[in-house]
């Protein structure tokens, strides 16, 4: 796999149809939920606990290090739900690649890590060199850096899971997309657990900051409409 060194951004026009289709299919999912169909089943916090591995270690100490507390929260509450929504799916994963994606995911949107360029790519780069610092294989580091730089790509939905799940455990989140395949107590135990900290607030005014750099999906959705969804999400704040 080579590594995804520049983003494929169409245009506003281009991505409309595509929103639309996304917003009408989430629309067919709540009615069918709403009726019984589907429905998902509640999951423990355990479900979401870490991988035991030193490189997973690794990786919550340096979000930690690096992140605020709203964007650290946001990682772990992000592969929080990746897995609840791979489980109500089906889907089998990588556990330790899908945590570390997750967890790492925003490291372009952490100030030792701004610059120009893609936020996706620049946190992608720093993702992979520390994997392969903490002696991942290649092909492995680059999963991470693919999960990583097209987390915000609306094809990514459709890669193998320990990329598609980090761009939907990120969705739900943000926007709450796919926030109906999670049930309702599962979502309320991971945001116990991991609170927002005005998460709507601090990633708005990131993303808007990060709109500027070239090569970044982002500049086109905020113009068809990002800004709003993410103050319509489902969470208080």
């Not at 987390?151 to 997309?177: C, K």
């Not at 991991?194 to 999906?217: A, C, M, Q, T, Y």
């Not at 500049?219 to 990002?226: D, I, S, V, Y």
Request: contains cysteine.
């Amino acid at each position: 796999m080579a590594l995804t060194e520049h983003l494929h951004c169409p245009s506003a026009m281009a991505l409309l149809p595509r929103v639309l289709g996304l917003e009408l299919a989430a629309r067919g999912r709540r009615l069918a939920r709403s009726v019984g169909m589907g429905r998902p089943v509640p999951l423990p916090l355990e479900r979401f606990a870490p991988p035991d591995s030193a490189l997973a270690t690794h990786a919550v100490a340096l979000l930690r290090e690096l992140s605020a507390p709203y964007l650290e929260n946001h990682c772990h509450r992000t592969h929080a739900f990746a897995v609840a929504l791979a489980s109500h799916h089906g889907r089998r994963f990588d556990a330790e690649l899908l945590y570390l994606a997750c967890l790492l995911h925003d490291l372009g949107l952490a100030p030792a890590h701004h610059g120009d360029g893609a936020f996706e790519l620049r946190g992608a780069r720093a993702a992979h060199a520390f994997c392969i610092e903490h002696g991942l294989s290649p092909a492995k580091a680059e999963v991470v850096h693919e999960a990583i730089a097209l987390h915000t790509s609306l094809a990514s939905a459709n890669r193998e899971p320990e990329i598609a799940y980090v761009h939907l455990g990120a969705g739900v989140d943000v926007i709450g997309y796919r926030v109906e395949d999670i049930a309702r107590a599962t979502i309320d135990r991971i945001v116990e657990q991991w609170p927002r900290h005005s998460l709507k607030e601090e990633i708005f005014r990131d993303l808007e900051r990060e709109s500027v750099n070239s090569g970044s999906p982002l500049t086109q959705q905020l113009k068809l409409g990002l800004g709003g969804r993410i103050r319509a999400a489902p969470f208080s704040e």
